[in-house]
């Protein structure tokens, strides 16, 4: 913006005079050592059951299958969470639609169709056990980032095969030049701790997080 | 709350009282007390069980340390590289010297926008910026939606942490806050409900406002992307639903690559919180059609940070990821909590940050505002080394004082030029402690303790009990201990 470029020029002048480091010379971050744990050392079992222990620390609800079995899991979670209104990204597989629900499917949903959804289907990018964190790109089958936000209830679709045991395998995961446009890492429902630090579930986003894990054979 | 019992907290370190002044009705204060130790208890114990089963910790936090240095020297560059990116994606990139001058620009915006309300996420740099009065000021009302930032805006208290900004207020304070501004007379004091209660007064908001105000925890060169972690979904809200979002950060919340993320957030949580990841971390870059925003802009703030960066023991505050474990690990801030700092930023970074932002021209009591034991920076996940950095200012603020002629007047100075004189010769050493110990018999309580002094030292024993002096000094009692073994 025009109104700020005098304060760009002066706070870069100002920053290079401190630093004294001509531009040309910045050597590279990547080059930088870094001693911590990169890979995980578990086997996919261990993995497995890391990511489910962790996921019900917070209080998620998991369940697991085998790929043939996803449409009917999806179907009886749906059933047992006593809802009956759905959204779900423009990409889910079709299969996972089951019947006897009402779905709706964002084309374009507006805010308040989606706020009146009872709950919302994904599928997830990847899973780090080591944090029990779900990782979302917002690609087709995960959707927008308001369709996991407003509706109360999230179900996901998780794969064995994109469950990490540590969170830079996750960055090793992700297409270089190192970027989803979108993300969002859930690690548990929405919470907060600001009253006496008494951990209370849902406050804004989804009160409950439920994961289909689908034993996909790694 | 302490404004019941101590007036309204000051919070712009131009105008709040010197640190011992500021705490003293802090300590007083029960009930303020109880809560501040509840809330960092329940922190520390949280976080130290998590860092305990991360074998790697301290390799991580060379790293981190690492990656901010490097950051930091090459601080110019990146920046540039993050609005190049940024701007490429289709977001605007401003830039701030001062915090006039972002206020200026953020107002600007909304007149834009012809904005009469925005929501808000917590975003220390807007406190630091003191956003929220100029917002008012210009007839703009600002939705805080951190639900603690939302209890101290409905209870018009000031926040004392930088992660837990309402930690000083308790379950029943927050019943009374919420049933009188949301008009809740039943409302029972669960947590539960009272964050249920938030929920709902939020609710329409997040939905209607299309205007939204937040911050950013770590804004990537490499790709013009900007990370918020949060833990309640307010803030992917304000990032998600509103048409127009404004960014906040300051110039030094920059990282080089979008995977050193992974350093970091493995830190943030665990240190902040006491939680692996937080619920929430959000990540976008520039405006992407059909999900979020239309209009996206970043602020870049300097406010004084570029003054830090020139000065080699001191630039290493700006590695600060604002996690907070140094506040919840202090011994001075576990006593005081926050308001006595007089600042936005308390505890031991706040003690450096805070006169660091101000030019060394406010703010001068927070450096002595310690005990230097260093309980900071074994906690800090980037290795910041504040006992050292405080030591620093000390003796700046102390060169400051060296050339007023008030000095000569000043108890403390005098004191120390006596001290001089009496250490500087064995003799004069001697003679003092005899002095002392005829003078100050009769003010040795049976336990073995001075508790008040008059006059002048009554500014010591005003804050702390003083050691008895000992019937004999360690010279006699090993002259006479050599006469009997001889």
Wanted: with cysteine.
């Amino acid at each position: 913006m025009s109104a700020s470029a005098p304060s760009r020029q002066l706070i870069l002048d100002r920053i290079r005079a401190a630093t004294q480091n001509p531009r040309q010379s910045a050597s590279n971050a990547a080059e930088l050592s870094r001693s911590y744990i990169r890979r995980g050392k578990l086997g996919v079992q261990e993995r497995l059951k890391l990511m489910i222990e962790r996921l019900r620390e917070y209080d998620a609800e998991v369940v697991d299958c085998v790929p043939e079995e996803v449409p009917a899991a999806i179907g009886a979670e749906l059933a047992s969470s006593g809802r009956r209104v759905f959204v779900a990204p423009e990409g889910l597989p079709a299969e996972w639609l089951v019947a006897g629900f009402d779905w709706k499917i964002d084309r374009g949903l507006e805010n308040a169709e989606i706020e009146q959804a009872e709950g919302v289907v994904t599928a997830a990018f990847c899973g780090v056990a080591d944090s029990g964190t779900i990782l979302l790109h917002h690609s087709p089958s995960e959707g927008r980032r308001v369709l996991t936000l407003l509706p109360d209830w999230h179900l996901c679709i998780l794969y064995a095969s994109q469950v990490v045991e540590t969170l830079p395998e996750y960055f090793d995961r992700c297409p270089s030049p190192g970027t989803p446009v979108l993300a969002t890492y859930i690690s548990g429902p929405s919470a907060t701790a600001d009253i006496e630090m008494t951990r209370i579930k849902g406050v804004h986003g989804p009160r409950f997080l439920n994961v289909i894990l689908v034993r996909d054979g790694d | 709350m302490s404004g019941t019992l101590t007036g309204h907290p000051v919070l712009d370190p131009r105008l709040a009282p010197p640190f011992p002044i500021a705490a003293l009705p802090l300590l007083r204060n029960a009930q303020l007390r109880e809560n501040v130790a509840h809330a960092t208890d329940v922190i520390q114990s949280k976080r130290a069980r998590l860092v305990a089963e991360k074998t790697d910790w301290q390799e991580l936090r060379r790293a981190a340390a690492a990656i901010r240095s490097h950051t930091l020297e090459h601080l110019g560059s990146y920046l540039e590289e993050f609005e190049a990116r940024c701007t490429a994606a289709g977001g605007m990139v401003h830039w701030a010297s001062d915090a006039a001058e972002a206020r200026a620009i953020i107002l600007e915006l909304l007149r834009q926008e012809q904005a009469s309300e925005v929501i808000k996420i917590k975003t220390m740099t807007s406190a630091e910026i003191q956003l929220n009065p100029a917002l008012e000021a210009a007839g703009i009302h600002a939705y805080e939606t951190d639900l603690a930032e939302l209890i101290l805006q409905l209870g018009e208290d000031e926040p004392s942490h930088i992660v837990v900004p309402a930690l000083h207020v308790n379950r029943s304070q927050v019943r009374e806050i919420f049933a009188r501004s949301m008009g809740l007379k039943d409302l029972p004091d669960d947590p539960k409900a009272l964050t249920a209660a938030a929920r709902t007064y939020l609710r329409q908001k997040f939905l209607t406002i299309p205007t939204a105000i937040g911050g950013a925890n770590f804004l990537i060169a490499e790709t013009g992307s900007v990370a918020v972690v949060e833990s309640e979904g307010n803030g992917r809200m304000c990032l998600t639903l509103p048409r127009t979002l404004i960014t906040l950060a300051g110039i030094e919340k920059v990282l080089p690559r979008f995977a050193d993320l992974e350093v970091m957030l493995q830190l943030l949580a665990r240190s902040a919180t006491g939680e692996r990841m937080s619920p929430y971390t959000s990540l976008w870059t520039g405006v992407t059609p059909g999900d979020g925003p239309e209009r996206f802009h970043v602020v870049l703030v300097d406010n004084g940070r570029s003054s830090i960066l020139a000065r080699p023991t001191e630039r290493q505050t700006l590695r600060c990821i604002r996690c907070a474990a140094c506040l919840n690990t202090c011994p001075v801030y576990r006593q005081t909590g926050g308001h006595a700092y007089g600042s936005v930023y308390p505890g031991p970074i706040g003690a450096i940050l805070t006169p660091q932002l101000m030019h060394m021209e406010y703010a001068q009591s927070l450096p002595f505002a310690s005990s230097l034991c260093g309980a900071c920076y074994e906690v800090c996940p980037v290795k910041i080394d504040i006992p050292k950095v405080l030591l620093e200012l000390r003796a700046q603020v102390v060169n400051q004082e060296r050339g007023r002629a008030a000095r000569l007047r000043d108890p403390m100075f005098i004191g120390m030029k006596v001290a001089h004189a009496i250490l500087a010769g064995a003799r004069r050493f001697r003679a003092a402690q005899w002095l002392g110990r005829i003078a100050l018999r009769p003010f040795i309580r049976k336990d073995g303790w001075i508790h008040t002094l008059p006059s002048l030292g009554a500014k010591w024993t005003q804050t702390r009990d003083l050691r008895g002096l000992p019937s004999q000094s360690f010279r006699q009692w090993w002259t006479a201990r050599g006469k009997e073994e001889r």
